[in-house]
């Protein structure tokens, strides 16, 4: 049997007074996926503990079954995403210029997230490239618009804090250790070295001719760097050893691919449109026809991007636009008696307040040869809490899914010298000549 799992990311949501009360999940009219979850076995599912809002990449890697204190951090993740090569020790940043405003001392962020030409941010990053202080140095290299990587050489370590504050209005933060951390001398060099990389950066950008124009037209200037989620390569198992799976990653962006890389999963080639729906579709078409895969993980961020406009209807009308896509699934997936659908996503996303995402559970839903079939016809977040699954947590996902694919292996066996949950393990024949 094979899995086919698909995670709309930031799908849960919270009760909004415009749409009386319900998410936008249960304001949305989604037949296919209500379908499914009347054919299935349905519950809720977090990632890690309920209440707490997860990133993408850390819902992901726990949902995949690691545990949290092997997690690398987003920005070697991204790294990996974007094709860096990643010499050991090496830590790397999250990093972005933005518009700051000197107040009582303290640089306070203006505007987050500035709409510049591609060209304009480049000369600006171009002369923040390269730092070195006590033996560390440290490289801007720039991605996307305003947003690059940090990259730190030299005996740095990634235990350190962010410098962003996210929120406009807020100061920007000085590096610290991490607690616990603070007498680890190649920690406190880190931090030192990037608070002087952050004052020297805004020396530097706050008086080049293209700040200095911009300020005489009115215009927030790109004056400050923030930096946020350091991370550092960490030893791990790949996917397929720690579940006995053959994975392909169907997904797009360097967050996606990088975490792909990361579990050692193939990475499909598939592209993003304005089409969602159709995307999806090609998703899961390719998913079926990807024979040599026996776990094929489908990522859309098409709910996610809808919630962080702040607009629950929108969410709404991408959420109904998504549920046509599961139309394939009914009538080519389902049927198939060798396949496991499991239908989740990663975290919720709040389509009003303050939060970038929210704590709340999410939907799952699970369909194949061995699910239980329990009594819920609705695919959301209040229905499915009446699902046979009941409360589903961090790893408990892969162990489930490994159970209803009849590969689980009997706890207490013990086929090989790292102990598996999947059965056969990776087991050594006796030999008797």
């Not at 545990?67 to 987003?74: K, M, V, Y």
């Not at 060099?189 to 706050?206: D, E, F, K, M, P």
């Not at 026996?294 to 809808?306: E, G, N, Q, R, S």
């Not at 996503?345 to 939907?363: K, L, Q, R, W, Y």
Request: charged share 25%.
């Amino acid at each position: 049997m094979r899995c086919i799992l698909v995670v709309l990311d930031g799908l849960g949501d919270r009760g909004h007074a415009s749409l009386r009360g319900r998410t936008p999940l249960q304001a949305a009219r989604t037949p296919n996926l209500d379908r499914l979850a009347a054919r299935g076995m349905t519950g809720l599912y977090h990632a890690h503990r309920q209440g707490i809002a997860l990133p993408s990449e850390i819902a992901h890697f726990l949902m995949f079954g690691y545990a949290l204190e092997d997690f690398p951090g987003r920005g070697y993740i991204e790294a990996v995403g974007e094709g860096l090569a990643a010499a050991p020790g090496d830590v790397f940043l999250l990093a972005r210029i933005f518009c700051v405003r000197e107040r009582d001392e303290r640089l306070v962020l203006e505007v987050e997230d500035p709409k510049v030409e591609e060209a304009l941010c480049r000369r600006l990053q171009e002369e923040i490239r390269v730092y070195e202080q006590d033996g560390i140095t440290v490289e801007f290299i720039p991605t996307r618009g305003i947003q690059g990587l940090l990259v730190l050489k030299g005996g740095a370590l990634a235990a350190i804090t962010d410098s962003n504050p996210i929120t406009e209005g807020r100061p920007l933060m000085q590096v610290l250790p991490h607690a616990g951390r603070e007498a680890d001398p190649a920690v406190r060099r880190t931090a030192a070295v990037l608070n002087g990389y952050l004052a020297w950066s805004h020396q530097v950008l706050s008086r080049h001719p293209v700040n200095l124009g911009r300020e005489r037209q009115g215009l927030p200037p790109l004056n400050a760097v923030g930096l946020q989620r350091a991370g550092q390569a960490q030893d791990q198992p790949t996917f397929a050893e720690k579940w006995g799976l053959t994975p392909l990653a169907l997904a797009t962006g360097p967050l996606y691919g990088g975490l792909a890389r990361v579990f050692g999963m193939r990475l499909g080639n598939v592209s993003d449109t304005d089409r969602p729906d159709l995307d999806l579709e090609s998703r899961l078409r390719q998913a079926q026809a990807a024979s040599d895969y026996d776990f094929v993980y489908i990522h859309t961020k098409a709910p996610d991007v809808a919630a962080h406009t702040k607009d629950p209807r929108h969410k709404q009308r991408v959420i109904e636009a998504l549920d046509r896509a599961f139309a394939y699934a009914l009538a080519e997936i389902v049927p198939d008696q060798d396949l496991l659908l499991v239908v989740t996503a990663d975290h919720s996303t709040n389509s009003a307040g303050a939060m970038i995402h929210s704590g709340e559970s999410v939907p799952l839903l699970m369909l194949g040869r061995y699910t239980r079939l329990d009594a819920v016809t609705r695919f959301d977040e209040v229905s499915c809490a009446a699902g046979a699954l009941g409360p589903v947590r961090g790893g408990e996902l892969m162990y489930l899914i490994l159970n209803f694919l009849d590969r689980g292996k009997l706890f207490g066996l013990r086929d090989a010298p790292v102990d598996q949950p999947f059965s056969p393990g990776p087991y050594t024949p006796l030999k008797i000549r």
